[in-house]
């Protein structure tokens, strides 16, 4: 069982050497970290709990991504990374996990079926309909491929962002992170379709409530703020998952700094240890 890309050729390239070429420009890149994952800065100190990283086509948030990806590098890669996203076209089901590995031009990815048992339980229920088309987990896999071919994964897509959705999500993946060696990947842009001065100002907003890792608190800021952002629900996740000890900004950008243009998409690399 299989599924098969639904956004390469799209938002990555569909060809594994110019996939290759284009993942090395995002961490080499001026809006990149400007070094690469390699054997010299490859860690195993396993400090860092979970990320959040954009999901947007790489010309417009890769660079930003790879600030994440190089230091998850450089902390060590866990045995699973579990990749929560929001699920763009459907409400249902209210948290969807992934029966079918899934493959992109790199090679495929194996589902931690076991870990992904351990997820299962209302609300959340296997239904791969409800990712076949999702992009905001399928373009993080290049990432993860690039740092590690043999890497596996538990693709968690949310139709569902309400605060008890999330929370109860995040307090299942805690008990789960406390017994196993894992990170927590959630998958969001920031603010879509605004000025760039509003996206940066609204943005740093929700920003300064990630970093102080409470989850309730973020919510409530996003909701008064109206930032429009579309995973906040992972956060929230994320966030009650890891219950860390510190959050740091890796980097901002949208994607006016590609291209000009009236109305940008916000996007941001946080760790959190």
């Not at 390239?13 to 070429?21: F, N, V």
């Not at 790489?58 to 902390?75: M, N, R």
């Not at 992972?234 to 219950?243: F, H, I, S």
Request: glycine content about 8%; aromatic content about 6%; charged content about 25%.
């Amino acid at each position: 069982m299989m599924r098969y890309p639904a956004v390469s050729g799209m938002f990555y390239d569909s060809e594994r050497d110019s996939l290759l070429a284009s993942l090395r420009r995002c961490f080499l890149s001026p809006r990149g970290p400007g070094e690469l994952p390699d054997e010299n800065n490859r860690g195993s100190s396993r400090r860092i709990k979970g990320i959040v990283v954009p999901h947007a086509g790489y010309i417009y948030s890769g660079e930003i991504a790879a600030h994440a990806y190089l230091q998850l590098w450089k902390d060590g890669i866990p045995d699973t990374v579990i990749i929560i996203g929001p699920n763009h076209y459907s409400s249902m089901p209210a948290i969807a996990l992934s029966a079918e590995d899934y493959r992109t031009p790199l090679g495929d990815v194996e589902i931690d079926r076991r870990i992904s048992s351990m997820i299962e339980g209302d609300p959340a229920e296997v239904d791969d309909i409800s990712q076949s088309s999702e992009h905001s987990i399928e373009v993080q896999l290049p990432f993860l491929q690039f740092m590690n071919p043999e890497v596996k994964f538990v693709p968690v897509c949310m139709g569902a962002q309400d605060s008890s959705t999330a929370l109860l999500l995040g307090r299942r993946l805690r008990d789960i992170a406390a017994r196993n060696d894992t990170v927590i990947i959630a998958s969001t842009d920031f603010s879509h379709y605004v000025r760039p001065e509003e996206a940066r100002t609204k943005d740093m907003i929700a920003i300064a409530a990630i970093l102080r890792l409470d989850p309730s608190s973020f919510l409530d800021t996003v909701r008064r703020h109206r930032v429009s952002m579309c995973g906040y629900g992972p956060v929230a996740a994320m966030l009650e998952a890891t219950k860390g000890s510190e959050g740091v900004l890796l980097s901002y950008g949208h994607s006016g700094e590609v291209q000009r243009m009236e109305s940008v998409v916000g996007y941001g690399a946080i760790k959190v240890v």
